[in-house]
């Protein structure tokens, strides 16, 4: 019943990350006199821009704050800073919350293989199970027992019968523990490394923004193709991890993906290209917006970049490059400004 995506690789990678290429769809950088540039296409046979200037975030807003404590907590957790407690019966769940689960799936009317567990552990966020399963438990309470109709990915390496199909998943939460969160003092803020209460929030606030902000111009966006050879980095860049990985368990790749889900190697690569999608569209639609507004990347922005990325990772350039791909720097520069644009021109209330 997992999904068995190796959703842990996106943990070993910069999601900025992607290499150089060529194409025949390239276009001229014209006088742009920058060191490096990624995506040299014409945009608009990958990607139609919707509005990205003039967008309006509320501070007030349920988005707004959930972004920004999304953050903070991220902070939190990362530092050791937070609990945990047992959530009561009839209590809500919430993401993030760790459940134990009794469930049983069917498939018209008839349970299916491996679709059946008892005491199951789940924590939700995860993305251990199908979309919906996971989202389809926030806001059900311990003790209930809920039906989620859904349907099963396709394609679906693990069990092909499987792809596409409608299920019922009968899900009986036993108990929930929650990650309990300390409020924010000057003294958590040192402790994150922060000068300050304010400096915290004033990240925090930035964060948020853009995180809305970014979703906003997504949102408005349309893919139209995704370039192969930037998917092709992206799914190279989780297979040089993973043969990383196996190999501290003296296997080959394709040993560890048998004895981890059975899966090929040819399934694993179109599993990791489909996860990979939404970062290459990322890029995509931030590139497409640095063209149209005539933002490049200096060398003089490659050597503060580097040496930014440097200090705060404690790896060295050629580390960052074998681990993130020869243009990490410009990549995750391309980002931060383009994402500086979009709040700079947008109204803040």
């Given at each position: 019943m997992k999904k068995r995506v190796f959703a842990a690789a996106a943990a070993l990678l910069l999601a900025l990350s992607l290499t150089a290429c060529g194409s025949s769809d390239t276009a001229s950088s014209g006088s742009k006199k920058s060191v490096a540039r990624l995506y040299r296409y014409k945009f608009d046979h990958y990607v139609t821009l919707g509005e990205y200037r003039g967008l309006t975030v509320d501070r007030n807003s349920d988005a707004y704050k959930a972004a920004n404590a999304a953050y903070t907590n991220r902070l939190l957790e990362n530092a050791g800073l937070t609990s945990t407690?047992?959530?009561?019966?009839?209590?809500?769940?919430?993401?993030?919350?760790?459940?134990?689960?009794d469930y049983t799936g069917k498939r018209d009317g008839v349970a299916f293989e491996g679709g059946t567990a008892q005491n199951a552990e789940l924590t939700i966020g995860s993305h251990q199970f199908i979309d919906g399963f996971e989202t389809g438990l926030i806001g059900k309470k311990v003790g209930e027992t809920v039906d989620l109709n859904l349907n099963f990915p396709d394609p679906y390496p693990n069990n092909p019968d499987l792809a596409g199909a409608p299920v019922v998943f009968t899900v009986t939460v036993r108990s929930a523990v929650k990650t309990v969160y300390p409020a924010l003092t000057a003294e958590i803020a040192k402790q994150l490394s922060f000068d300050s209460l304010e400096a915290l929030q004033k990240q925090a606030d930035e964060s948020a923004l853009d995180t809305v902000l970014w979703e906003q111009v997504t949102a408005n966006a349309e893919i139209l193709k995704y370039p192969d050879e930037?998917?092709?980095?992206?799914?190279?860049?989780?297979?040089?991890?993973?043969?990383?990985?196996?190999?501290?368990?003296?296997?080959?790749?394709?040993?560890f993906l048998a004895a981890n889900g059975g899966m090929t190697m040819q399934d694993f690569r179109a599993v990791v290209q489909e996860q990979y999608k939404p970062t290459v569209a990322e890029d995509l639609i931030c590139y497409a917006i640095a063209d149209a507004e005539g933002i490049v990347f200096t060398k003089e922005d490659k050597e503060a970049e580097v040496a930014r990325l440097t200090a705060e990772s404690?790896?060295?350039?050629?580390?960052?490059?074998?681990?993130?791909?020869?243009n990490y720097a410009e990549t995750t520069w391309m980002l931060r400004t383009v994402r500086d644009f979009v709040r700079e021109n947008a109204t803040i209330k």
């Open positions: 407690a047992e959530r009561a019966a009839g209590e809500a769940i919430e993401n993030g919350d760790v459940l134990h689960i930037e998917l092709n980095d992206q799914v190279q860049l989780v297979i040089n991890q993973y043969v990383a990985y196996a190999k501290g368990y003296d296997m080959t790749l394709e040993d404690g790896q060295t350039d050629a580390q960052l490059r074998e681990s993130y791909g020869e």
